[in-house]
């Protein structure tokens, strides 16, 4: 499909293991960000990509959080040793800075749950 | 830091009736301001934006005003209808689209 796909969909996981949630952009998007949205919380900003810009760290919460984007396009978001307040539901955005609107193309988000 | 504010988490109207969703931010160098609707299991989707050389932009029922010097933009819906019952959020971002901040959402329910 045209649109940002982020896998897995569903990811359940014990305190303390690692994980992985990808994303897929748009192709052709230079920018990728990664959101994340609490339980009854706002889209919490986490991290942006703008083509071979260093990335925009600042909304990471910890050092057990880390992003990369390979080759301008597939970007891993990676939580080490993870904690019960880590669940959330992780969402990934795209968007073209041409001529730009401003919007965001969204995934469907992965669903992290920690045990 | 919550550069962008939704002070109110929840708002509920009648069918029919004007939905009045308010957005304030902080930043002055935001220069695009966008409202995003998502639904449950979804991930949010563009409704509209405005820039900040303007205080109005209008699609069908959907109606953004944006006060500079207050800081201030909100999002009318008229007629609000059922299937526009979601979480609204607002956001905002620089005239490159860098670093996009949104609020923390509104969920709006319209009664049938």
């Known amino acids: ?115 | 830091d919550q550069q962008v504010k939704q002070n109110s988490p929840s708002l509920s109207v009648q069918e029919g009736r004007i939905s009045i969703l308010n957005c304030d931010y902080t930043n002055s160098m935001f220069d695009y301001f966008l409202w995003y609707k998502k639904y449950p299991a979804e991930g949010p989707t563009f409704l509209i934006s405005i820039s900040s050389i303007k205080d109005k932009n209008e699609d069908g029922r959907f109606t953004v005003f944006l006060n500079k010097s207050a800081k201030h933009l909100s999002l009318h819906i008229v007629p609000s209808q059922p299937g526009d019952s979601a979480v609204y959020f607002c956001a905002a971002s620089g005239w490159n689209n860098n670093d996009m901040r949104f609020g923390a959402g509104t969920r709006l329910t319209v009664k049938p």
Do not use: M
Not at chain 1, 5 to 34: F, M
Not at chain 1, 47 to 76: C, H, M
Not at chain 1, 94 to 113: K, N, Q, Y
């Open chain 1, 1 to 115: 499909g045209a649109g940002v796909s982020q896998s897995p969909s569903n990811k359940v996981t014990e305190k303390g293991k690692d994980v992985e949630l990808r994303c897929d952009p748009i192709s052709g998007h230079t920018a990728l960000y990664w959101y994340r949205q609490s339980l009854g919380q706002g889209l919490e900003f986490l991290i942006y990509f703008q083509g071979n810009s260093a990335p925009d760290k600042s909304g990471l919460p910890s050092d057990r959080f880390s992003a990369e984007r390979t080759g301008g396009s597939v970007s891993t978001l990676t939580i080490q040793r993870t904690q019960q307040e880590d669940s959330a539901v992780y969402l990934c955005a795209s968007s073209s800075t041409s001529g730009a609107t401003g919007e965001l193309f969204f995934g469907e988000g992965s669903r992290l749950t920690v045990l």
